[in-house]
């Protein structure tokens, strides 16, 4: 079988390093290896929001044009915003006979077990990112909250340069930061446990606050802050 393969990120240091986009590629080229699929080519969105559908943006209408038997992604999140888009695209794509490889779950939609299951799959990624937002906002008001904090900075928050009338560096929100210990709270909310967290986490090259590799415990402190 032929297929076309798609990768995104979404952010402009993320392009600039090459490494978010170069291990989608080689997990696409695995797979496809492994599978003795035949790769036609891997169209790339760079710096391109989760948040723009996938018929909005410069790769995702190429990918419209050119697609035709089936088309692989690392994951679900790389290619659709929310269920609603998801489920609408998935659909034309049904209807044309071109089918969706999604490597992180599994999921081959050319068979109906592998349709029913992205269904669910689209529904409660919808939920993890809202539950994020969710907690981004709570997160941001506890930095808030704290901005006068000594000591080290905890994870969310840096130093500027800028001092307070104390004299003392102000603490600002980091909204990567905040973003992942969101993440963490939802996942774990999910029953994710903390192992499969940092596993996640590592895969995506996604940054600690101080450099390294991911750990259920630095899961579980992040988890609590």
């Known amino acids: 079988m ?18 978010s986009l170069q291990a989608q590629r080689r997990k696409i080229e695995a797979f496809c290896a492994y599978q003795n699929m035949t790769l036609l080519e891997i169209i790339e969105d760079a ?11 410069e790769g995702g209408a190429n990918l419209f044009k050119k697609a035709n038997t089936s088309i692989t992604a690392v994951r679900l999140d790389r290619l659709f915003r929310d269920a609603h888009d998801c489920l609408g695209v998935t659909k034309i ?14 999921i081959d939609t050319s068979t109906a077990m592998g349709r029913a299951f992205l269904t669910n799959a ?13 907690r981004t906002k709570e997160a941001l008001h506890q930095v808030k909250l704290n901005g006068g904090t000594l000591g080290r900075e905890r994870f969310g928050w840096g130093r500027t ?3 307070d009338s104390d004299g003392r560096r102000k603490v600002v929100p980091i909204s990567a930061e905040i973003e992942t210990v969101a ?35 630095t899961i579980r402190n992040y988890c609590s802050s």
């Open 183 to 217: 993440l963490c709270k939802a996942l774990r909310e999910q029953g994710i446990t903390l192992q499969q967290i940092a596993n996640r986490f590592n895969a995506e090259n996604r940054p600690t606050k101080r450099g390294g590799k991911w750990h259920p415990s």
């Open 161 to 163: 340069e800028e001092v």
């Open 47 to 57: 710096n391109v929001s989760a948040s723009i559908p996938l018929r909005q943006r």
């Open 2 to 19: 032929e297929t076309i393969g798609y990768i995104r990120v979404s952010s402009q240091e993320q392009v600039d390093s090459g490494l």
């Open 93 to 106: 794509w049904n209807e044309k006979g071109v089918s969706l490889n999604l490597l992180d779950l599994g």
């Open 122 to 134: 689209a529904t409660f990624a919808e939920l993890e990112r809202n539950l994020i937002s969710e």
